[in-house]
T-cell receptor, first 114, second 118 residues
Framework: DADVTQTPRNRITKTGKRIMLECSQTKGHDRMYWYRQDPGLGLRLIYYSFDVKDINKGEISDGYSVSRQAQAKFSLSLESAIPNQTALYFC?????????????FGPGTRLTVL | AQKITQTQPGMFVQEKEAVTLDCTYDTSDQSYGLFWYKQPSSGEMIFLIYQGSYDEQNATEGRYSLNFQKARKSANLVISASQLGDSAMYFCAMREGGKVDGNEKLTFGTGTRLTIIP
C-alpha cells in the first residue's frame, strides 16, 4: 500500500465550484505540504503544516485553504475554482527528524477547471 | 531572483552515455541542502540524491552522483551509463537553513526533460 495517498487522482470541475483534495499518510510524519505543478514552472508551495495545530502559507496560497484534521490527513480546498488553478497537485510529507529533510510525495491529483 | 536555476529545458542523450543535468542555486545561508527528484511520465516524484552544504564529499547513490561546487553555487546531477528508464523530468530543489532550525521548505527549479535515445 502507498504511504502517501491522494484522492481524487483526477478531477474535472467547473469555474466557481468548491473542491477539496485530500491527502492521507501512513508514514507517521509530522510535516505535510501541498504543492502545485504547472508546465515550465516546476513545483510551487501552496501551504504547509508542521503539526496539527500549525498551518503556514506558502508561495502561492491565494485562492486556497487547508485543513489538518489529524496528523495523517491534510486537505486542500479551492473555495471557488478558476481555470488558472488547473494543475497537477502534490501532497508531500516529511519526518520531524530526518537526516536529509527529504520529502515523500503522493502520486498527485490532476485537476482541470473548465 | 530565482533560487534554483535549471538552464536545460530538454536534453537528448544516447543510451549508455553519461549525462550531466545542470543546477545552480542562490542562497545567503551557510547551511542548506540540495536535492534531486525524478518525475517519470507516470507523474510521481522520486527522490534521487541529497547533498548538504557542509558535506565535503560529493553525494553518490548508485548511478547517480551530485557534482557539488560550492563556490560556484552549482549542484549538477550526473547519471552514469544512462538507460531508457532514465527518460523523465528531473528537478533540482533546495532547503535553506539548517535542518534543526525549522526551515524545512523546499524550493524547486523548473526542471529538465531528459530523453534517452536507444
Amino acid at each position: 500500500d502507498a504511504d502517501v495517498t491522494q484522492t481524487p487522482r483526477n478531477r474535472i470541475t467547473k469555474t466557481g465550484k468548491r473542491i477539496m483534495l485530500e491527502c492521507s499518510q501512513t508514514k507517521g510524519h509530522d510535516r505535510m505540504y501541498w504543492y502545485r505543478q504547472d508546465p515550465g514552472l516546476g513545483l510551487r508551495l501552496i501551504y504547509y503544516s508542521f503539526d496539527v495545530k500549525d498551518i503556514n502559507k506558502g508561495e502561492i496560497s491565494d485562492g486556497y485553504s487547508v485543513s489538518r484534521q489529524a496528523q495523517a490527513k491534510f486537505s486542500l480546498s479551492l473555495e471557488s475554482a478558476i481555470p488558472n488553478q488547473t494543475a497537477l497537485y502534490f501532497c508531500a510529507t516529511q519526518p520531524r527528524d530526518s537526516s536529509y529533510n527529504e520529502q515523500f510525495f503522493g502520486p498527485g491529483t490532476r485537476l482541470t477547471v473548465l | 531572483a530565482q533560487k534554483i536555476t535549471q538552464t536545460q529545458p530538454g536534453m537528448f542523450v544516447q543510451e549508455k552515455e553519461a549525462v550531466t543535468l545542470d543546477c545552480t542555486y542562490d542562497t545567503s545561508d551557510q547551511s542548506y541542502g540540495l536535492f534531486w527528484y525524478k518525475q517519470p511520465s507516470s507523474g510521481e516524484m522520486i527522490f534521487l540524491i541529497y547533498q548538504g552544504s557542509y558535506d565535503e564529499q560529493n553525494a553518490t547513490e548508485g548511478r547517480y552522483s551530485l557534482n557539488f561546487q560550492k563556490a560556484r553555487k552549482s549542484a549538477n546531477l550526473v547519471i552514469s551509463a544512462s538507460q531508457l528508464g532514465d527518460s523523465a523530468m528531473y528537478f533540482c530543489a533546495m532547503r535553506e537553513g539548517g535542518k534543526v532550525d525549522g526551515n524545512e521548505k523546499l524550493t524547486f527549479g523548473t526542471g529538465t526533460r531528459l530523453t534517452i535515445i536507444p
